[in-house]
Structures are given as C-alpha cells and as structure tokens.
C-alpha cells in the first residue's frame, strides 16, 4: 500500500495538460533452445546429453507524454520459463516487473521493480542473442554445482555476474541525473534486498535487510571509435561490500569490452549457523566475499554478429570457481525471427574434489526467437 501511495503522489505532482498525449505499447519475444552436452567421463552420470528449455517475454506500457521535457511510464513486464536450471524469475518459474518511470528535466526517478543503477549502467564483455557470461544460460545444459535456485533454497557459492545483481529486481526507488559531459550519475535504495532474481536466500537472516547502491557511467567520442565505461559501490545489510568497473570499445562494427566485480564483508562476518540444512546449505552464501571479471569481443555485419567470451568467478575462502567460454553467433532473419548458433566450455570447480561438487565440458546450442 506504502509502494502504491507513493507512485499515486509523483503521479499527482507530475505536470498536466489536456493537450499532453497518453500512448500505448506492447512487444514480447519466445525463444526455445536445443543443446547437447559432453562432459568429462567421471561426470557424465551427472548430466542429460540432450536439453530443451523455453522462454518467454511480455512487455506492456503506458506512456503519458507533456512535452519534450516531462513523461512518464507505467510499466508491467512479464516473463516465464521452462526446464531452466536455476529458477530465477520473480515467481521461480515464471515472474512480473511492475515499475514506473519518469523523466523531467531534474533526471529520471524509477520506482518498482527494476535492476539497480549499477546493472543498468554496468559495461562488460559483449553479448549475442541467447547467450551470455552474466546469469549464463549454459547452466541450463551443464549445471553448475556452485549455482543452486529451485523451489527450497538458494545458494551461490561464486558470484554468477559482474554486474552488481545481488538484490536483482527488488522493489526500489532509483535516481539518475541528466546527463552531463557525457556522464550519468544514478542511486538506487533497496528497502528489502530480497528477490529470487538475485543471489540472496530467503531464509538468511539479513535477507530482509536494506541496501544502497551508487554508480557512473561515462561515454567518450575519441574519434575513429567510441568508449563507455562503468563504475559501481554498493552495500547491503550494513556489512557486504560491493564494487565493480567496466569498459566497452566500439569502433566500425566490434565491440571490446571487460569487467570485474569484488564482494567482501567488511567488520563482523555476520554469518549465522541455520538447523535446516535443506534451506541454507554449506556455503550458500560464499558469493559474499570473491570475484569475477570476464571479457569478449563481438563483430557485427549486417544482420549478423558472432561473439567470443570468457567469464571466471572466484570465491575468496575456499577453492570454488567458476568459469565459462562462450562461442555466440546470432543472424536475424527478419524483425520477427532470430536464429542462434553457439557453444560452450565450461570448468565448474566446488569446495570439495567429490564428483557432485565438480562439472567439466562442453555444449553445443542452438535455437530461435520470435519477437513481436
């Protein structure tokens, strides 16, 4: 109710003008993937050869436009899955994204359910279609052991992203100034940090805990190409620190681009033993002090582009890690149609040398997508 009042009260100091124009939008995608797996002999018992998954996409929104200067949107975004590894959406497998925007000259406030300012602004390793180092979905062909979401628990023993997606799309109230020299400034509060998109278990005893999050993204013209770059703090429930930077080189039709994250706690470990097991397991929380950083580059001619990645994560304590190559092509046939071709290698190490706790391999993966 709190959330809804306060979405009423910008709406009602928003300018208004009978002349000003309310407009409507809709689009969405379904994409289907098929990919068969190899993996190193003593793991093979562990693992499907064969794997389909599916996922699907809704975007709505209405936008009340004053003039050049003033709008705002109402957004609901919908989405679903099907036989993913880890279920991550909002409602495990399936979830929504309910927020609002509004732009004036002052900036862009943003309330509801979106990534923080630090994944909206974050510059890293090139992506293609399907197929990415961050959240990867080649976990959904080789699992991986240090990445655990299902419907009991949660439990990330390496970070699975460079961008800061601890808190994922929790509700939040974001800002980000108007640009200047090519520079945008944005904050975001998490009242809760909470959500299944994120890496936070439901039963931690912080998991109901706020967080802070800060960060600058800077864009430079040096003439025969074009430079971003990230930088990014954040802290949740007083004591997990967070920090990543990155950068992306554009020029002609190739894109270079790099990151790293760093997690750590600082003060008091605020780690606390739970009687289920089940629930929280031995190092579900581990992400919460290690690293990663990734790096790639992508070439794109007409309506096709192929890329090449590596993404490696790195717990701090123990001998977890996590890394992931990853080959991409994608050719749009049409506006409608997309057509994905790629293939992974991947070296998922656990805290022990036991089988279970271990993954190594590769896949090949292709699929489609429909956008309308």
Known sequence: MKKLSGIIFT???FPYSVQADWDYEINGSATGLYGFSALEHRFRDFEHHHQGTGDFHLNTAAIYTYNDDYSLSLNADFMGGID??????????WGEEVYTIMDAPAGRLMIGQTSNVAAQFHQGAPTVGAFSTNDSRIV???SNPNWIRNKKTASFATLNSTALNTDGTAPKVSYITPEFYNTLVGFSYVPDAYSRTGLINKFAHYSRKDGYVGSIYHNLDIGWGELSASVAYATYHNDDKEFSTGAQFRTG???IGGSWRKTYIEGRDSRKTSLSLERTPYLFDNYREGRAWDFGISYEIGPYTTSLAYFDARADRTRNRSQILL??????INKYLDFYLGGGYVRFRGNTRKTADNSTGW???TGLSINF
Not at 327 to 332: E, F, G
């Open 11 to 13: 709406i009602l100091l």
């Open 84 to 93: 993913h590894n880890l279920k991550n959406y909002s409602q495990g497998t």
């Open 140 to 142: 959904d062909f080789i």
């Open 253 to 255: 039709g190739w894109i």
């Open 327 to 332: 080959y991409s092509n994608q050719y749009q």
């Open 363 to 365: 896949a090949a993966i």
